[in-house]
């Protein structure tokens, strides 16, 4: 029996399916989208994921190469669920064949994954051995990836930064040294300016003593 939350997602995802149905009627990944969501249930109908998927392949001739990986991906997901699993391994294969044309990492990542399980139900334990090393391998080169693509993230944040406080810096240097100049031009003017007064009255004095004798 569904509880609340799970009624409410497949609420949403109808909704949601409702909704590109009206925007791209005649796009493969619509109908992909709808079979995938319908296979996540535990209780799907295959028979109308196939019809789905079916729609999706007839629609996938001048769709991008890599949608045709996606609509492969999940027949053989169709066909693991059904349990015929030399199909779904034919399926894997072209999606995988698929996603190596278009080098998709992610998609290459999941195909591996998939395989080795399957080979695993299929008892071949060479393939499930190759399969299981590609997936580790391919595993670990995305996750040095994005490793490396964090710290080049966080170095270029950091370098913004410290280029917006070189920037501050600069602008309170330069107003400082400014106001350093203004505040020197303003001593001098009115030292000037007291010399000149202290000046005048010596003159004033030394008429005045002039005049008494």
Do not use: C, W
């Amino acid at each position: 029996m569904l509880n609340f939350d799970e009624m409410r997602f497949q609420d949403s995802s109808k909704v949601i399916e409702n909704k590109i149905l009206k925007l791209f009627p005649d796009k493969p990944l619509t109908y992909n989208f709808i079979a995938y969501r319908l296979l996540s249930k535990s209780t799907s109908n295959l028979d109308s994921v196939e019809y789905y998927l079916n729609k999706a392949s007839a629609l996938s001739g001048k769709a991008p190469f890599e949608q045709k990986g996606s609509i492969y991906a999940s027949f053989g997901d169709l066909y693991h669920r059904k349990g015929d699993l030399p199909k779904a391994l034919d399926y894997y294969l072209k999606a995988l064949s698929v996603f190596q044309k278009a080098q998709r990492e992610l998609d290459i990542l999941n195909m591996y994954k998939q395989l080795y399980t399957l080979y695993g139900y299929l008892n071949n334990k060479e393939k499930n051995v190759e399969y299981y090393n590609k997936y580790n391998l391919l595993r670990d080169k995305i996750g040095e990836k994005q490793k490396k693509a964090m710290a080049f993230a966080l170095k270029k944040i950091s370098d913004e930064e410290k280029v917006q406080h070189k920037s501050e810096r600069i602008k309170i240097y330069t107003v400082s040294l400014i106001f350093i100049i203004l505040l020197s031009a303003l001593v001098i003017y009115f030292r000037k300016k007291y010399i000149n007064k202290q000046k005048e009255k010596e003159k004033e004095i030394l008429e005045s003593t002039i005049v008494l004798d």
